[in-house]
């Protein structure tokens, strides 16, 4: 039976739409599989929505925009052009909630909870682990509450940064500079392109590398520093040999790493 058949019998059998939401989609892009069932789904979609079954809509979502958008830039992704919709971050409600749960001996604020939220990047785990190192706390006081707490959450961030920066500064010269020229070019990262090449070359002399290892950069030594990336949990590709950063809070980590001390 194929996906077009079970999904055609389920939608006869409930006699209503068929919703499937599928998390972390861009992950598909991975694969040649992957990519089968993207289209194996849109034949669904097309034959639930165009005949006498009951209809199909399909909801991917991502935690990286730039990898999302791969599913739909490009003529042939099986869902080229459908919407891209950001959903919002947590909001206030979410923070009023935190507020409520937080289980320490005395509340926190909520107007100073959002505040640390946006330091955190909207990242509610960051601001879950800050509770959870000070729950079990003895000698933590009700008075001592705001300060530790503001304290324990600006720990988290600087703990997930450091984490980031001290994969990036193990990197080699020019697998850091092929990771700093595609943060910088997003979805307009071509990487063996001859502009790309000499973009490479430019940020060996700036990280203050001799002439000779500019001029040793060709195609063969980027595609080994892109996998290199990819080991390191850095740089994510698709099976169609697009790149983008693993997780977009790169760039500012990265950004951070490149302030004067």
Request: hydrophobic residues 45%.
């Given at each position: 039976?194929?996906?077009?058949?079970?999904?055609?019998?389920?939608?006869?059998?409930?006699?209503?739409?068929?919703?499937?939401?599928?998390?972390?989609?861009?992950?598909?892009?991975?694969s040649q599989a992957g990519?089968?069932?993207?289209?194996?789904?849109?034949?669904?979609?097309?034959?639930?929505?165009?005949?006498?079954?009951?209809?199909?809509?399909?909801?991917?979502?991502?935690?990286?925009?730039?990898?999302?958008?791969?599913?739909?830039?490009?003529?042939?992704?099986?869902?080229?052009?459908?919407?891209?919709?950001?959903?919002?971050?947590?909001?206030?409600?979410?923070?009023?909630?935190?507020?409520?749960?937080?289980?320490?001996?005395?509340?926190?604020?909520?107007?100073?909870?959002?505040?640390?939220?946006?330091?955190?990047?909207?990242?509610?785990?960051?601001?879950?682990?800050?509770?959870?190192?000070?729950?079990?706390?003895?000698?933590?006081?009700?008075?001592?509450?705001?300060?530790?707490?503001?304290?324990?959450?600006?720990?988290?961030?600087?703990?997930?940064?450091?984490?980031?920066?001290?994969?990036?500064?193990?990197?080699?010269?020019?697998?850091?500079?092929?990771?700093?020229?595609?943060?910088?070019?997003?979805?307009?990262?071509?990487?063996?392109?001859?502009?790309?090449?000499?973009?490479?070359?430019?940020?060996?002399?700036?990280?203050?590398?001799?002439?000779?290892?500019?001029?040793?950069?060709?195609?063969?030594?980027?595609?080994?520093?892109?996998?290199?990336?990819?080991?390191?949990?850095?740089?994510?590709?698709?099976?169609?040999?697009?790149?983008?950063?693993?997780?977009?809070?790169?760039?500012?980590v990265l950004a951070v790493?490149?302030?004067?001390?």
């Amino acid at each position: 039976m194929t996906l077009v058949q079970a999904l055609g019998a389920l939608s006869d059998e409930l006699r209503k739409p068929v919703v499937i939401v599928i998390d972390e989609a861009q992950q598909a892009l991975t694969s040649q599989a992957g990519m089968d069932s993207l289209f194996a789904l849109k034949a669904a979609r097309d034959e639930l929505n165009s005949s006498t079954h009951f209809g199909l809509r399909l909801v991917c979502t991502g935690s990286n925009r730039d990898k999302l958008a791969m599913l739909r830039n490009s003529q042939d992704q099986a869902f080229y052009g459908a919407p891209l919709v950001t959903f919002p971050h947590l909001d206030r409600d979410y923070i009023q909630w935190f507020c409520q749960h937080v289980g320490l001996p005395a509340p926190i604020e909520a107007e100073a909870a959002w505040l640390l939220f946006e330091q955190a990047g909207w990242r509610p785990e960051l601001l879950g682990a800050a509770a959870d190192s000070l729950r079990f706390d003895l000698e933590l006081t009700a008075d001592d509450v705001p300060q530790r707490f503001a304290a324990a959450v600006q720990e988290q961030i600087d703990a997930a940064i450091a984490e980031t920066l001290r994969v990036v500064h193990a990197l080699t010269p020019l697998q850091s500079a092929v990771l700093r020229v595609l943060a910088d070019a997003g979805t307009h990262y071509r990487p063996f392109e001859a502009a790309t090449l000499e973009k490479y070359r430019d940020a060996l002399r700036q990280a203050g590398e001799p002439e000779e290892a500019a001029g040793r950069l060709d195609v063969t030594s980027t595609q080994a520093a892109l996998q290199a990336l990819q080991d390191r949990s850095l740089v994510w590709r698709a099976s169609r040999g697009v790149y983008s950063l693993e997780d977009v809070s790169l760039r500012e980590v990265l950004a951070v790493s490149n302030r004067p001390e």
